[in-house]
Every structure is written in C-alpha cells, then in structure tokens.
C-alpha cells in the first residue's frame, strides 16, 4: 500500500481540480471545505511518506512494473518525501489565508478558478519532486509554468497581463533550454531516466564530452532563468509584485524553490560531483550567488512598491540558496536546503503581512507605513519578526541559514564569502528597518493614541502568527529541521 501512496496523491490533486468546476457559485463554501479536506489528506500521506523513508528507505513505485529502461518511473526517498512535506504544508496554510482574502483584486467569477489552478499546481510540484525521469520532469515544468502563468493574470489588470505574457515567455525559454539539455543527454546514454543518465554520462564522458559540456550549460541556464536566478531574474519582481498576495507567497515561497531542487537533481545526480568539478560550475555558482545576494538587494532598496522590493528581496535570497549548491559540499548542500525552509517561512510572512495590510488600509508604498504598527499590531508585528529574520538577527531562522553558511564557507576554503554575507546583512538593513521604524516610530494623521486589533479576518491573521512562530522556533530549535535536512543530503554522493 505505501508504494501506491505517491501516485494516489497526485490522482486526488489533480482530481480535485476536476471536481471544483462541478460546484455552482452559490456553493463556494463547499469548494473550500472540499479543498482543504483534500489538502489535509495530502499532508497527512506526505508525513507518513516523510516517517517512512527516514526509518525504512527509499523506494521507487513504476507505472504498469514496466523497466526504468523503457517506463515511468517515480522515486521516494528523503529528499523528495522532505520538499513534497514541505510543499503541501506551507501550500495549505497559505490557502487558509487565501479563503479569506478572496477579494485582494481577484473578480468573483474567478474564485472557483483560482482555486482549480492551485491543486495544478500542486500537483506539478508533486510530480517534479517525485519523478525520477528527466523527460517527465519537463512536463510537470510545463504544467507548473503555464499554470503558474495563470495564476498571475488572474488579477483583470493590464500589469498583471504584462506581467503573466513576461513570466510565460521567459519561462518558456527556460523550458526548451532545459529540454534541449535534456535531449543532448539522451543522443549519448540513450535513456531519459535520471539514474541510468547518470551511469552513463560516466561512461561516455570521455569520449563526448562536447555533448555533455553543452548539454550542462542548457540545462543550468534553463533551470537559473526558471528559478530567478541573478540575473536571468528579470520576470520575478514583475510577477510577484502584480499577483494575488496569496500567489505572491506561494511564487516565492514554493515555485521558485521547486526549480532550485531540480538544479540541485541535475548537478548531483545527473551529472555528478567529478563532472561538475571538472567543468568549474561550482566556482561560477558561487559567484553568481555572491553577486545576486548583493545586486538583489540593491535593487529592493531603490523600490518604492512593497511588494515589488519584497520581490528583488527574493532574487537576494535565491542567492543564498546557489552559493549553498555551490560550495558542491554535504554541509553547503545542508544549509541551502535549511534555508529552502527558513525563506520559505519568512517570505510568506513578509507576502502574508503585506497582503493584510493591502486589506485592511489598500497601501502599497513604503513611504506609507507610517504608524501602521498601531492600527494592525498582528500584521505588522509578524512583518517586523520576518524581516529581522531577512537581517539575520539571533533567535530567527535567518541567522541559522547565515551563520552556517558562513561555517560551510570555511569548511570549503571559500572564507572570502563571509564578507557578502555580512554585506547582505547590512543591505537587508537598509531596507527592511525603516519600513519597521516608520511603522512603529513615525506619526500618522489617521494614527491613534493607543494600539487596536487588526481589522482583517482571523482566517487571514492565523496563518501569519503561524508562520511567524515558525521562524522563531526551528531559529531556537534547527535541529528539528536539520535532522530532516541530513537525510535528505545523504542521498546525494560527494
């Protein structure tokens, strides 16, 4: 019965996406009832998954008992069971915010809609985690990025079509960049499954390496401009500034990690730690994470739109996410892994906070913060507490991703990157606390004399303190998820 789980978690996603245009408008509630009891199944199989293969092993479940050779094929072990755990979970809190943040811009005949597009989007992620077939892979990509596509211009606004028509044809170059990879890989091993692509790039190395040079450069040019990294990152702020604050979370948060992952798939376990090395992509991943780290938070300093700076805010985190894949070591690979999570928590409280100001006061500028830390305390106070985490002050997840950062820096001989990492603090400073010090320190006219009660609904505020409890205690506690991190590393060789 465990192996039937994986496949019958994507039969209940995408079956549910079926189901939801049956239920008239009038039955709204029935749709969020029956969405999220699917979402708590899907979670609950995803634990269980998680416990399993951490205490008994991988296993692989193939459709039809056909050979990997010629059939599809999907593997669970500790790093899919981890990022699939860890997809679905912050996915449904952040769907619980959504039933009560319906309104932020979104039509109301595009209710229904929205949620039918968040199940396919789920289960794209799913099946991007959980194959183990580079071919397969693509296609779960599609469905992801054409999905994704129409989340974005779900908002009837001219800048969210611009934004989505950016997204799609950028992302579809991704796409054929990495399917061309993918195809150059399959001209000298003859096999699209991950395991034996590996086998036999080893083999054949040596004599096309040509193939395989060009092949790498594909697919890791494919997959950066995908994940938003720097600087093929120009259709993030766009997108995650104009969608939903609920998609806005959800693009940051999940989506572009789900990308870093099938880097991190690709580098380690299609190409391998010899080749890689020998083709110096660690070094350049280093690089490119350092420059972004810093350039990302150039550029979210000089916004004036919260979310758009909350958006180049995430092209600096990504960064952090390839300096850690780019140390191409068990501890770099630990941390980038660690901060997949503590990002992902923090950016959907920053996204989450933002929305229910959005909500409550309809403000977008920065410059328009003053004294709202007294009108919404809730929301504002979760802001501050991610932000701080974004800082990477003591006691938040951030500090945990930052510091053992530093210490995987120098256990690989790379202490000079300790500098960008102090200097990203510093940048991160500048300008997430005046936001906090308008916020709480700086007169409003509308501003009271004494703090109130968020004015938004309570579906909206428990995701944020949630979340924002998140990042203080796996900040406090790291081993809770580290314990879980060092599985899912282990299944890669260096």
């Not at 950028?170 to 890989?185: K, T």
């Not at 709202?372 to 800082?391: D, H, K, N, Q």
């Not at 200097?423 to 109130?452: C, D, H, K």
Request: charged fraction near 10%; include cysteine; charge should be positive.
């Amino acid at each position: 019965m465990i192996e039937q789980l994986p496949i019958i978690n994507l039969i209940l996603l995408l079956t549910t996406a079926l189901v939801i245009p049956l239920f008239k408008k009038q039955r709204f509630m029935v749709t969020l009832i029956l969405s999220f009891v699917v979402l708590f199944i899907v979670w609950l199989s995803a634990l269980y998954l998680l416990y399993h293969v951490n205490t008994t092993g991988a296993f692989y479940y193939r459709f039809g008992g056909y050979s990997p050779t010629i059939g599809l094929e999907l593997l669970i072990n500790p790093f899919s069971a981890l990022f699939t755990f860890f997809v679905i979970t912050l996915l449904m809190i952040i769907f619980i915010y959504s039933t009560a943040d319906a309104s932020d811009g979104i039509h109301e005949r595009e209710y229904g809609r929205y949620y039918i597009l968040m199940f396919i989007l789920l289960f794209a992620m799913f099946g991007i985690i959980y194959t183990n077939d580079l071919f397969n892979t693509y296609v779960f990509m599609e469905i992801l990025s054409i999905t994704t596509c129409a989340i974005i211009s779900i908002k009837r606004k001219k800048k969210n079509y611009a934004a989505a028509f950016r997204y799609v044809m950028l992302n579809e170059m991704g796409s054929l960049s990495y399917l061309f990879g993918v195809a150059l890989l399959y001209m000298v091993t003859g096999y699209t499954n991950i395991e034996l692509v590996f086998q036999g790039v080893q083999d054949v190395w040596v004599i096309y390496p040509t193939n395989i040079i060009i092949a790498a450069i594909f697919m890791i040019v494919g997959l950066g401009l995908k994940a938003a990294i720097f600087p093929l990152h120009i259709w993030l702020p766009d997108a995650h500034s104009a969608a939903p604050s609920s998609s806005s979370a959800i693009l940051s948060a999940i989506v572009v990690k789900v990308y870093l992952i099938i880097l991190v798939k690709v580098l380690f376990s299609v190409f391998g730690i010899t080749i890689i090395e020998a083709l110096h992509i660690p070094s350049l991943l280093m690089v490119i994470g350092a420059v972004g780290i810093v350039m990302g938070s150039f550029f979210a300093i000089a916004q004036h739109d919260i979310k758009r700076m909350l958006g180049y805010s995430s092209v600096a985190q990504i960064g952090y996410i390839v300096l850690g894949i780019g140390l191409a070591s068990s501890l770099g690979l630990r941390i980038a892994f660690y901060h997949v999570f503590s990002h992902g928590i923090m950016k959907s409280v920053l996204f989450l906070s933002v929305g229910a100001v959005i909500y409550q006061r309809n403000l977008r500028k920065v410059t328009a913060y003053n004294g709202i830390g007294y009108m919404m305390p809730l929301s504002i106070g979760m802001f501050t507490l991610a932000a701080l985490g974004m800082i990477g002050i003591p006691l938040t997840s951030g500090f945990i991703s930052k510091f053992n950062l530093g210490i995987a820096a120098l256990d690989g001989g790379q202490g000079i990157y300790i500098i960008i990492l102090v200097v990203s603090g510093i940048l991160n400073a500048i300008y997430y606390l005046p936001i906090i010090i308008a916020a709480f320190l700086r007169e409003n006219p509308e501003n009271q004399i004494y703090v109130s009660k968020d004015k938004v609904p309570l579906l909206m505020i428990m995701p944020i303190l949630i979340l924002g409890a998140f990042i203080v205690i796996i900040g406090v506690y790291p081993a809770i998820i580290f314990d879980l991190v060092d599985s899912a590393v282990s299944t890669f060789s260096f």
